[in-house]
């Protein structure tokens, strides 16, 4: 029988302050764990992101989601504006050279699911969102080129969330029907009432460790300017370490991947409790670091670079 794997994504300030002692001059990463690729595969080809909407959102708010999404498929030449998101996306193909695999991965906005009326309820357990998302998987022909992708309004209290992680992502197995197929998940929450501070910094003053201003949202919402960090996140581990035996660095249950590596670092020059030297809006006075369709803005984390040892970022 299949076996399931999850991996969280811990409080990112927690993080970043637990790991001072790994990060230098807010760029370099001194290992003292080996980044090892474990011989699993990796996300390739065409994937598709499915939304699954669990709880209240408004349609600005999925919108702001949906067009991250949308942007991670397009062409650095059709977002002429520089860094991004197309940029970003690029740096996760390094991992893909580095072991030769083709072709590399291409994201793209797959099908929305809409789940206002709460189906299991406002308290989540674990086992209920790998539900959700098995339920989006139930009959599809994607499972080894989709990505089914949880996402709880901020009314919805999910197991663990804010005591210990921002979002989860994991493989479940298929239905019998599919053999030994897994497919694989993202759960993502809106931090915005419960824990802006440990699940959508540096939007809002940390709970924890150095205090500095907050950044400004830029797309002037907290929680779901948040939401789109932690989803890159873990976006960046799902495809590079999707079934556990990809890329990673220490203990296969509690793994650093290709994000969350670099924890806390937005830009140059960050260290615990400052994102880095970011781009400012003229006119919102925004923080952002990559653009994206329909001239919208965000905020992408760091991402591990396996050939140079460091922390790669858009700026």
């Known amino acids: 029988m299949a076996s399931k794997t999850s991996f969280a994504l811990p409080q990112l300030l927690l993080i970043a302050l637990s790991l001072l002692n790994l990060v230098s001059g807010g760029r370099v990463l001194q290992?003292?764990?080996?980044f090892k690729y474990h011989n699993g595969p990796l996300l390739t080809g065409r994937v598709s992101l499915n939304l699954i909407w669990y709880g209240?959102?408004?349609q600005s708010q999925k919108s702001i989601i949906s067009d991250f999404v949308t942007s991670l498929s397009s062409s650095p030449k059709s977002q002429p504006q520089q860094p991004s998101v197309a940029n970003w996306v690029?740096?996760?193909?390094?991992?893909?050279?580095?072991i030769k695999s083709k072709p590399n991965v291409q994201f793209y906005l797959g099908t929305q699911t809409l789940d206002q009326k709460y189906s299991l309820g406002k308290s989540l357990k674990s086992q209920q969102i790998q539900q959700i998302a098995a339920k989006a998987a139930a009959g599809s022909n994607q499972l080894g080129t989709a990505v089914n992708v949880v996402l709880t309004s901020s009314d919805v209290a999910v197991e663990g969330f804010c005591s210990s992680r921002c979002?989860?992502?994991?493989?479940?197995p298929a239905a019998k029907n599919y053999g030994n197929q897994k497919f694989t998940y993202i759960w993502v929450g809106n931090s915005e009432t419960q824990c802006p501070g440990q699940c959508a910094w540096p939007f809002h003053q940390p709970i924890y460790g150095p205090q500095g201003p907050p950044l400004v949202a830029p797309n002037n919402d907290v929680g779901i300017d948040g939401m789109v960090i932690n989803l890159a996140t873990l976006l960046a581990g799902t495809a590079t370490n999707p079934f556990g035996n990809g890329y990673y660095q220490g203990p296969a249950t509690a793994p650093l991947e290709a994000a969350t590596a670099c924890p806390g670092i937005f830009g140059k020059?960050?260290?615990?409790?400052?994102?880095?030297?970011l781009l400012v809006d003229s006119a919102t006075k925004a923080s952002y670091n990559a653009n994206g369709v329909n001239k919208r803005k965000f905020l992408l984390p760091a991402l591990f670079d396996p050939a140079s040892n460091s922390c790669s970022t858009l700026v």
């Not at 290992?31 to 080996?34: D, E, S």
């Not at 690029?90 to 580095?98: A, R």
């Open 31 to 34: 290992q003292t764990m080996p």
């Open 56 to 58: 209240q959102f408004t």
């Open 90 to 98: 690029n740096s996760i193909q390094k991992y893909y050279t580095l």
């Open 167 to 172: 979002g989860t992502h994991g493989s479940l």
């Open 269 to 277: 020059g960050a260290y615990p409790g400052y994102a880095g030297n």
